[in-house]
């Protein structure tokens, strides 16, 4: 299967400060990217999807400019927790996917603490 | 609000049994269905996906889909203590659009 990558596995920072999570698709383009947010014993929750070279479409709930999300080529996307807070504590997962494909591909998941 | 239903379990089947997995969606124009397994801290990764109505089998994986009853079914036969995981139902409306995801249920596989 397709394999995607992220970046870092785990993170840990002070509270106020901004983390950039990479999602890297690296055997195949992926046209559209999509970022979750796991907390502990729930469930996979959407934040946003990232078509390439546009901007992302947010769920609802979810702060534009709180999350800001980049997808500027066919094999990356980025996420910005801009002036973090400890519940923003939570893994991240990005996944891809291919045009005319509709699995997704999920990287590995990125485990972000906020102290 | 398209909708995925699963129970969050846990289930709890012997080693060796057969385990049944469930997941109803609300949206009748759902198009494909997806089983991701997910281990405890670790990110889902696919296991089957089907189209179209009735059985489709991956080794001790059987995936079912009933779209009249907007149902689809996992079974694992030959249950393993490594199979013990959360188990995600994930359906696409077609499009391309996004997938949504049920909770997920619970599976123990006690030995």
């Known amino acids: 299967g397709a394999v995607v990558s992220q970046h870092p596995s785990w993170v840990i920072c002070k509270s106020g400060t901004s983390v950039k999570i990479e999602c890297r698709s690296l055997?195949?383009?992926?046209?559209?990217m999509f970022w979750y947010r796991q907390f502990p014993k729930q469930s996979l929750m959407l934040m946003a999807t990232?078509?390439?070279?546009?901007?992302?479409?947010?769920e609802q709930g979810v702060e534009k400019d709180k999350f800001l999300i980049n997808h500027a080529s066919l094999t990356l996307s980025t996420l910005t927790v801009t002036s973090a807070h400890p519940e923003d504590s939570s893994f991240y997962i990005c996944?891809?996917?291919?045009?005319?494909?509709?699995?997704?591909?999920f990287g590995p998941g990125t485990r972000l603490t906020v102290l | 609000q398209k909708e995925v239903e699963q129970n969050s379990g846990p289930l709890s089947v012997p080693e060796g049994a057969i385990a049944s997995l469930n997941c109803t969606y609300s949206d009748r124009g759902s198009q494909s269905f997806f089983w991701y397994r997910q281990y405890s801290g670790k990110s889902p990764e696919l296991i089957m996906f089907i189209y179209s109505n009735g059985d489709k089998e991956d080794g001790r994986f059987t995936a079912q889909l009933n779209k009249a009853s907007q149902y689809v079914s996992l079974l694992i036969r030959d249950s393993q203590p490594s199979d013990s995981a959360t188990y995600l139902c994930?359906?696409?409306?077609?499009?391309?659009?996004?997938?949504?995801f049920g909770i997920g249920t619970k599976l123990q596989v006690i030995p």
């Open positions: 996944s891809a996917r291919v045009r005319n494909y509709n699995e997704q591909f």
């Open positions: 994930a359906v696409d409306s077609g499009g391309y659009q996004k997938v949504t």
């Open positions: 055997d195949f383009q992926a046209t559209t």
């Open positions: 990232s078509n390439e070279g546009s901007k992302a479409t947010y």
